[in-house]
């Protein structure tokens, strides 16, 4: 009955949420709705017994990628409205529509099927962060080891191209020695 | 109705993959496809997650950890190459990626 009343309430959040999201002229409410959206996903976590997947969807979504989003969006004129050229609606429903159609057929196929067994059987008696250890480091070992050397790349590779030319602090310098934007420079010049 | 089984949250999954294929297909801004990226990552964890609570099994949640990570690393790469393409043109639009048209 909870659960029920819990599925519908935050299914009806989430979608409303990432609908928001996708259909928002503003970048800001657009990504503050996406952290919305994620914090609504965890509860979907919580409510299936995933509790350690949930604290991490917080705090990897909601604390690290969007903090990465909003730093990312101060190098981006991110107050004004964005002026998008739109495809034609037809299209992009007939594609959608047609691409759902897929992504159910591909997700409903192996449920057909019922000769489905558990490879990694939830264990009884410990918690569900105990027992994602528990195969988080026997049997997916490999896997999260290469995954961390992935995060290092991408934090190397982050730095590298975001932080080029951030030797000059732009608060200590004086206003006209400020590097003006490349477009400006180009429109000055043609 | 009140019961909710595995395919209560199959079909969310699948209304959050297409909102998030809409955006893809709709935006033309690279930050909002990064957004509709995360959607479409984190409508497949849903999926996971619930698989893997109704068949008990623990694949389906370490699936997920991947995918996670996946995207966080993916964030990391995309903005900085987003910073740099916007520090170069001064846009972000997608139209602005159209240089090599001849």
């Known amino acids: 009955m909870f659960e029920a009343i819990a599925f519908y309430l935050f299914a009806f959040l989430t979608i409303a949420m990432f609908y928001i999201t996708v259909m928002s002229k503003h970048a800001l409410y657009s990504m503050t709705a996406l952290a919305a959206g994620m914090i609504f996903i965890s509860a979907f976590f919580f409510i299936l017994g995933a509790d350690f997947l949930g604290a991490v969807q917080i705090i990897v979504y909601s604390g690290a990628v969007m903090a990465l989003y909003a730093f990312g969006m101060m190098f981006f004129d991110s107050t004004r409205e964005l002026k998008e050229k739109t495809t034609p609606s037809l299209l992009v429903f007939g594609l959608g529509g047609m691409a759902a159609l897929m992504t159910v057929i591909i997700v409903a196929a192996p449920i057909v099927s019922d000769n489905i067994a558990a490879a990694y059987p939830i264990v009884e008696g410990v918690g569900n962060t105990q027992a994602v250890g528990m195969v988080l480091f026997t049997k997916y070992l490999i896997p999260f080891e290469v995954a961390a050397v992935m995060l290092l790349v991408a934090m190397i590779s982050g730095i590298v191209l975001a932080g080029k030319k951030m030797d000059i602090s732009l608060t200590l310098v004086e206003d006209d020695e400020i590097p003006q934007h490349d477009k400006e420079k180009e429109k000055a010049e043609s | ?102």
């Open chain 2, 1 to 102: 109705m009140m019961e909710i089984g595995l395919n209560h949250y199959l079909v969310l999954s699948t209304i959050l993959f297409a909102i998030g294929l809409l955006g893809i297909m709709r935006r033309r801004n690279l930050l909002m496809l990064f957004f509709a990226t995360e959607i479409l990552l984190n409508s497949v964890n849903i999926a996971f997650a619930a698989i893997s609570h109704f068949y008990g099994d623990l694949s389906g949640q370490m699936f997920a950890f991947f995918v996670i990570a996946i995207a966080a690393s993916e964030v990391a790469v995309g903005l900085g190459l987003l910073v740099v393409w916007f520090k170069r043109s001064g846009s972000i639009d997608l139209e602005t990626l159209k240089s090599m048209r001849g």
